[in-house]
């Protein structure tokens, strides 16, 4: 009876162990982080840190349903459009390799951020979106 309790605690452990490494490797392709900070002429500034996982980031798409954004700034290397509501960033040449972060700025007519976001590799998007 002792051995038998014996292999069912490290069946147990093992157990709690495998599905430790599969939530890790089902986990979030990226980590976006915010900051924001009101400026003078009472816009807000929103630093986005964007941390990728595993899989290099080539893409970062937001969607604002404020439509608050009235200017970006790319990190060197990076392209981005918005019209307000979304916005819109590439590279090709300078992408966020595994466990590096780019940061991009956002001003905004608003500090009440709600973003939805999705990032992408060279062809397809990781991971679904998520809410900031």
């Known amino acids: 009876m002792k051995v038998f309790k014996h292999h069912v605690i490290c069946y147990l452990i093992a157990a709690v162990f495998v599905a430790a490494m599969s939530h890790a490797c089902l986990g979030a392709a990226a980590g976006l982080e915010k900051s924001v900070q009101q400026m003078a002429d009472g816009n807000y500034m929103i630093k986005l840190r964007l941390t990728a996982r595993n899989a290099s980031i080539y893409a ?6 404020k439509a608050a954004i009235v200017d970006v700034y790319a990190p060197k290397g990076w392209c981005i459009i918005t019209d307000g509501g979304d916005f819109i960033a590439r590279t090709m040449g300078s992408p966020i390799l595994g466990g ?9 007519t608003t500090d009440e951020i709600k973003y939805t976001w999705s ?8 991971g679904g979106a998520e809410t900031l």
């Open 119 to 126: 990032v992408y590799g060279k062809i397809k998007q990781l």
């Open 60 to 65: 970062l798409k937001l969607a604002d349903p």
């Open 100 to 108: 590096k972060t780019v940061e991009f700025i956002l001003h905004s």
